[in-house]
């Protein structure tokens, strides 16, 4: 007669802030509700499971017991706004196994009695950068009460690093732009001088209500961490006036 013991499989969702696919003991927080399912190398589905508080109240844990000793593989389904964290980086208890783009693991085959808690995905929440353009009517540099914003303005959004265009989008709503969806990652912004218009002057006040965009419209590099929402990249710009009239020679 032949008997085995039956074996588990599973353990931890988390929160990637520092984005270096670890679960540092500062930065990593586990995230509950996650879906988990359990698959056959072949992606028959075998179960499914949410992530939820282990037994000492901790968030982001999940479990897959009472297996037929067997190969399994995990698919981390993802949340919506978020994106896998790196794969593969460090040791196997702290890294995380899911692939960045479907969230399925490796295979892996438990033996009779195992208890495999190794299986982790990391995730990062994506980030956002914008704000505005406006017309600086006292060409201070600064968005002052009752200055406008401008619509139909061209904002590109770059790579800081390799200066890929990532996504460009035009000024609406008073002026408004805003690129989400972001990986955490480094980026500039390029604002397109409209029609009739200068760029006004650079850096000029608080970082919220100055302008961003240098020479070319170019802004300097922004750091977006996880889950941040960068809304201070904004670009001012004015219209030329003119002033004159008659010298005239009074004869009387």
Known sequence: ???????????????????????????????????????????????????????????????????????????????????????????????????????????????????????????????????????????????????PGIDGVTVRLYNCVTNELLATQQTANGGIYNFTGLPPGTYHVVFETPNGFVQTQVDVGGDATDSDAGVGGVTGCYTLASGDNNTTVDAGFYRTASLGNYVWLDDN
């Open 1 to 147: 007669a032949g008997f085995y013991r039956t074996a588990s499989l599973g353990n931890y969702v988390w929160l990637d802030d520092n984005n270096n696919g670890v679960q540092d003991e500062a930065a990593a927080k586990g995230v509950n509700g996650v879906v988990v399912n359990l698959l056959r190398p072949d992606g028959t589905f075998v179960a499914t499971t949410t992530t939820a508080n282990d037994g000492s109240g901790n968030p982001g844990y999940y479990l897959f017991s009472n297996l037929v000793p067997g190969d399994y593989k995990v698919e981390f389904v993802k949340p919506a706004g978020y994106i896998f964290a790196k794969q593969d980086q460090g040791g196997d208890a702290s890294d995380s196994d899911a692939d960045t783009t479907t969230g399925v693991t490796i295979s892996t085959t438990l033996e009779s009695g195992e208890n495999d808690l190794s299986w982790d995905a990391g995730l990062l929440k994506l980030a956002s950068l914008g704000d505005k353009v406006w017309e600086d009517k006292n060409a201070n540099g600064q968005q002052d009460d009752g200055e």
